[in-house]
């Protein structure tokens, strides 16, 4: 399935149990909850989904319910990409056998704080070990080092290089819309970003915050394709101090907790990462004036 009509993109949470499984009873409840808050596509494992503390059995079975769950009604998106290329060539030549995957997502690697042309040969590298099509993943505040969009255009010529969700910035988002193919789609991964890139001219967002205000979102992309600049942006003015509290702590702590509140359960976090204290919970709440559908 391709992801040329899919302009919202949820970063799913992973549910875990109390004793730290990976909650599977939870993500039925889950995965229609954002389907019908008009999400466009699903993306696993990536740092929403708390990947760095996944295991690859993990992995491989969260993509697989998430798959069968899914049945085809809108793409899903794979985190494949390490810091170690070598590892995630062989991790997305094991996924592209899996049916239902639609791409993976490479993120920067983290740590090794390599030079753009060890980016463009690890990227490219992973591009070229399957079919399946790569999404590229650049998130300085992550990874320290940072794709330049010189190296994004040149990666976008590799034919199994479809889009990239960029995180550095409306300068580097600009050019990217600018200068990119026409058929290479252009996700900011920053909420607050949404508007602006899509009225640039961006393919949409990749969400944290569709977790909780997808409709509104939606109506926000609707007024933008209507030429409703007004209502759009008014949209955009109301959702910008709720998606700030959603990373007011250390995510996804805050929107885990937002859609317990909601009655969408998915549990604690892992560690190093933990949950909202009572204090940030009441704070985060009052920004995002949401009601509990709790019995």
């Known amino acids: 399935m391709e992801l040329t009509n899919a302009s919202i993109i949820t ?71 390490t810091n170690d290329t070598r590892d995630s060539v062989e991790f997305v030549k094991e996924i592209a056998q899996i049916k239902g995957i639609d791409a993976g997502l490479a993120v920067v690697p983290y740590y090794n704080k390599p030079n753009q042309e060890g980016l463009y040969h690890h990227f490219k590298a992973i591009a070229e070990a399957s079919e399946l099509p790569i999404i590229l993943y650049n998130v300085p505040g992550r990874t320290v080092a940072s794709l330049d969009v010189e190296t994004t255009l040149r990666l976008a010529e590799l034919e199994n290089v479809i889009a990239v969700k960029e995180c550095s910035g409306l300068d580097a988002l600009t050019e990217l819309i600018e200068k990119a193919p026409k058929d290479f789609l252009v996700y900011t991964g920053e909420d607050s970003l949404a508007f602006a890139t899509k009225a640039l001219g961006g393919q949409g967002v990749i969400s944290v ?87």
């Open 11 to 81: 970063a799913m949470v992973t549910p875990f149990t109390e004793t730290g499984d990976i909650d599977f009873a939870k993500l039925p409840e889950l995965v229609e909850f954002l389907l019908d808050s008009h999400t466009d596509g699903l993306i696993l494992a990536g740092t929403t989904g708390e990947s760095p503390t996944l295991t690859h059995d993990e992995e491989i079975d969260l993509f697989n319910e998430v798959i069968r769950l899914v049945a085809g009604r809108v793409p899903i998106i794979c985190g494949v990409g």
């Open 209 to 295: 915050s569709s977790h909780i205000f997808g409709n509104e979102m939606f109506d926000m992309f609707q007024a933008l394709d209507q030429g409703e600049l007004k209502q759009a942006a008014a949209i955009q003015r109301k959702l910008l101090p709720k998606m700030n509290a959603l990373f007011s702590v250390p995510s996804p702590a805050p929107v885990k907790m937002a859609l317990d509140h909601l009655g969408v359960s998915v549990g604690d976090l892992r560690l190093p990462l933990v949950s909202c204290t009572s204090e940030e919970k009441e704070k985060i709440l009052q920004i995002l004036d949401i009601e509990s559908s709790r019995k």
